[in-house]
Nanobody, 122 residues
Framework: QVQVVESGGGLVQAGGSLRLSCTASGRIFRVKTMGWYRQAPGKQRELVAAITSGGTGNYADSVKGRFTISRDNAKNTVYLEMNSLKPGDTAVYYC????????????????WGQGTQVTVSS
């Protein structure tokens, strides 16, 4: 089995910064794409940023220039550096990891973390 655990959420004032971390552990041969999603109350879950194993990142338009995604492949860990936070960034942030469990197949399974709350006050 694979576990995905996020950390780093909290309460911050508008204009402030937070850094989220997410680590995948367990039966892992290789972690492919890792991503951050968020879900605000009454809204659908949306992609914030994702990064391939090669380090190519993509971002939602709403966070471009403010958020930076990075990863440490040796630790199966992905980070989300969030700067210039706005009240509209308030949400539960979820991490996912696309995990290849064996070297005998390229098949992968996506695992999700439980989420971490980010609250930005005005």
């Amino acid at each position: 089995q694979v576990q995905v655990v996020e950390s780093g959420g909290g309460l911050v004032q508008a204009g402030g910064s937070l850094r989220l971390s997410c680590t995948a552990s367990g039966r892992i041969f290789r972690v492919k794409t890792m991503g951050w999603y968020r879900q605000a109350p009454g809204k659908q879950r949306e992609l914030v940023a994702a990064i391939t194993s090669g380090g190519t990142g993509n971002y939602a338009d709403s966070v471009k220039g403010r958020f930076t995604i990075s990863r440490d492949n040796a630790k199966n860990t992905v980070y989300l550096e969030m700067n210039s936070l706005k009240p509209g960034d308030t949400a539960v942030y979820y991490c996912n990891a696309d995990v290849q469990g064996s070297g005998f197949t390229t098949r992968s399974v996506t695992y999700w973390g439980q989420g971490t709350q980010v609250t930005v006050s005005s």
